[in-house]
């Protein structure tokens, strides 16, 4: 993915650079505006908080978020995608705080507090010692006990820099807890997406497991509280399917008829992921090839020259597919932002002229005033 969207992201960072310009010199515009025409009250061509919603629009327009049930494989995907081991996964229940990826010449881990200011002491650098940097990193993101269900520690964001290809030009992937294992963690996570205004959540689901009444509600969620999000579909963990067929070998059958015991249907688990999306009327038809993707990172990772693994051309397919939600997401960032642009100086030039137009009316009115003057 990261050569699939690299043109796009950094023809992005220039339109943004171009931009954040336009929107300085408009500021300095108004200081020049008002002593040439000499008005009284303060001149503004673009309001605050217009400023505001144009950076963070083009701030966050690259973030990618990813999120899903406990141990559906989140970390896992995100490990894959930067082709690198970065976030701790376990098959235990692991992540407990948002934790952001994002570029840096010089890697870095740091722990970020609720209003995103760095902790004391928190900034370590990450050096070639892997296991000592993966050490402390667990220490960040994995949290025990009952310090899973304190909203202050719960709320800290750890903060990873990472000097990558896919990172370059603003990109940012975001890991976050498993979905409902308390309040606590819900709430954090929730306020995140929410605040952050992600562009492309990808919603994992745990293929051992199908589609659940809580992945239901979650996705619904989502889709009522974000609808400017765009939304992808990961159906993680279906080489379980190819174990199953590994078990169910050919050679097999007739010693399972000569026992008398039928051998068990094989059941593809990103079918029938599928199948219920779609029942749930959660994705239709048409869009599902684009959004939906089941896939096996484990299996991906062996792909051996001269062998037929559908798993890596599978997750290939999904790398397009996220990198296609992604460039739609930056021209529409970039579009949104420029008409936010745009209407603040049509805003002021109407406002102006209807000024403009009153002071001329008020002229005129007193010169007619005084030429009916009975004292003229």
């Known amino acids: 993915m990261a050569d699939f969207v690299a043109d796009a992201l950094h023809n992005f960072y220039n339109k943004a650079t171009t931009l ?87 890697p870095y881990m740091c722990l970020l507090d609720s209003s995103g200011e760095e902790e004391k002491s928190s900034l370590t650098s990450i050096s070639g010692d892997s296991k000592e940097s993966n050490r402390i990193l667990k220490g960040l993101v994995v949290l025990k006990g009952d310090d899973r269900h304190d909203e202050d520690l719960v709320s800290q964001v750890v903060e990873i820099g990472l000097k990558h290809n896919l990172l370059q030009y603003g990109a940012e992937i975001v890991d976050s807890p498993g979905r409902n294992e308390n309040k606590t963690l819900d709430k954090v996570v929730d306020g995140f997406v929410s605040q952050k205004a992600i562009p492309v959540l990808i919603y994992v689901i745990d293929g051992k497991m199908y589609l659940r009444p809580a992945d239901r509600a979650t996705i619904q969620y989502y889709k009522e509280h974000c609808p400017s999000t765009q939304l992808l579909y990961v159906c993680s963990k279906v080489d379980m399917d190819m174990k199953a067929k590994a078990m169910d070998d050919p050679s097999d059958d007739e010693d399972d008829e000569e026992d008398g015991k039928p051998s068990e249907p094989i059941i593809d688990k990103g079918a029938q992921v599928l199948k219920q999306l779609q029942e749930y009327r959660l994705l239709d038809d048409q869009s599902s090839r684009e959004t939906y993707h089941a896939l096996s990172v484990k299996e991906a990772k062996k792909d051996k020259p001269g062998t037929d693994n559908h798993f890596v051309k599978d997750f290939q397919t999904f790398q397009q597919s996220l990198g296609s939600c992604l460039k739609k997401c930056l021209n529409d960032s970039m579009l949104d932002a420029v008409q936010t642009l745009t209407n603040c100086h049509a805003n002021w030039l109407y406002v102006f002229n209807i000024k403009q137009g009153r002071s001329e009316e008020r002229r005129v009115g007193k010169e007619c005033r005084s030429r009916w003057s009975p004292y003229h």
Do not use: H
């Not at 200081?31 to 503004?44: F, V």
């Not at 990618?64 to 976030?87: F, P, Q, T, W």
């Open 20 to 106: 954040f310009e336009i929107v300085g010199e408009t500021k300095n515009l108004e200081t020049n505006i008002q002593k040439l025409l000499e008005l009284e009250t303060p001149l503004q061509l673009i309001k605050d908080a217009d400023r505001d919603k144009i950076e963070k629009k083009l701030k966050n327009a690259a973030v990618i978020g990813v999120i899903g049930e406990r141990n559906c494989g989140k970390s896992s995907l995100i490990n894959a995608l930067l082709d690198c081991k970065v976030v701790p996964q376990s098959s235990m229940t692991c992540t407990s705080r948002i934790v952001q990826i994002k570029y840096s010449e010089n």
